[in-house]
């Protein structure tokens, strides 16, 4: 992981984005406090929980909101003023934004209208098979699903063969089948040499997509930079596990003498709670240590696994 110091040092010219100290108040609220980082190609996860900033900061990116204090680059000029840039981005909100009185090919073709590309109909219509909504071209957007929707808005974000696409929270609401579907279009769309920026509040959606992570928590960045050595932090944190057993005085005695365990305390309801350096050993471990001792577990349930406490870990650990 990276400092915000170490991040600006390593800004070079052909990030596809970049912001220099930027923040972001509305009236007496900070949305985002003093955030420095580059995005450079490929996919980037922007992950953090719901509240945390991630809307604010990719409205800003996409000259949509004005920073308060700070600079934003994207794709090397400032969006607010250079508009040209809209016609080398694709944007797909969170809010299911969509004009139901269209079809879907109306929807599309407005989408390349706004961006001034004069597009033939062919173009439209590749964007569309690319996200399997050919059947539904010509049906109104009001018949649609709510995974349709989401479909139809990212052709309308692929119209024009964008360099960068800016995705916020675009699985919200979608099946498996789904996610799949959109999670194969977005490793096309970078294998074709363009970025992808993608938010969620989801640490496994960004996962399986994502080559890097920025971290966001309270409008402040967290860690930025390779996915797998910041889950590799996120999985050695402290971390409380509550255990329900037929024994918990003997169970409890066990586990203390485990290496990976620094605390046991046993609450009034007859439950343990253990705090753990290495979660996966804990996991191996307690099977064994039931078995060994003739204990029935009942329920074993992390009860620190939300975002905010990872995050709080990152940020002031």
């Avoid at 900033?53 to 400032?78: H, P, Q």
């Avoid at 024009?160 to 490793?187: K, M, S, Y």
């Amino acid at each position: 992981m990276q400092t915000q110091t170490e991040i600006a040092a390593q800004a070079s010219n052909d990030a596809i984005v970049s912001l220099d100290s930027v923040s972001k108040w509305f009236g007496n609220v900070v949305a985002v406090s003093d955030i420095t980082l580059t995005i450079g190609s490929g996919i980037t996860g922007l992950l953090g929980p719901n509240g945390a900033g991630k809307t604010t900061l990719l409205r800003m990116i996409c000259g949509l909101y004005s920073a308060s204090e700070g600079e934003v680059r994207l794709l090397g000029t400032d969006p607010r003023t250079d508009h040209d840039v809209y016609k080398r981005i694709g944007i797909m909100t969170e809010n299911e934004s969509a004009y139901e009185f269209m079809t879907g090919l109306e929807f599309v073709r407005l989408s390349a209208r706004l961006k001034d590309l004069r597009r033939e109909e062919s173009h439209l219509r590749a964007a569309i098979e690319r996200v399997d909504m050919s059947f539904a071209l010509d049906r109104k957007i009001s018949t649609y699903s709510r995974g349709m929707r989401q479909r139809i808005r990212l052709a309308a974000a692929l119209v024009g063969d964008p360099e960068l696409l800016i995705l916020d929270e675009p699985l919200n609401g979608a099946d498996p089948t789904q996610r799949l579907r959109f999670q194969e279009i977005l490793h096309q769309t970078a294998d074709e040499g363009r970025s992808v920026i993608i938010s969620s509040h989801i640490l496994e959606e960004v996962e399986e997509v994502s080559e890097s992570v920025v971290l966001v928590v309270n409008g402040k960045l967290a860690a930025q930079g390779d996915f797998h050595a910041i889950r590799a932090a996120l999985d050695d944190r402290p971390y409380h596990v509550k255990i329900e057993c037929s024994d918990s005085k003997q169970l409890g005695g066990e586990l203390a003498k485990l290496p990976a365990v620094q605390s046991v305390q046993f609450d009034p309801d007859g439950s343990i709670v253990v705090l753990t350096t290495n979660v996966a050993v804990l996991q191996l471990d307690l099977p064994v240590l039931a078995q060994r001792n003739d204990i029935r577990l009942t329920r074993i349930q992390p009860i620190d696994d939300s975002l905010e406490s990872v995050f709080s870990y990152l940020v002031e650990g």
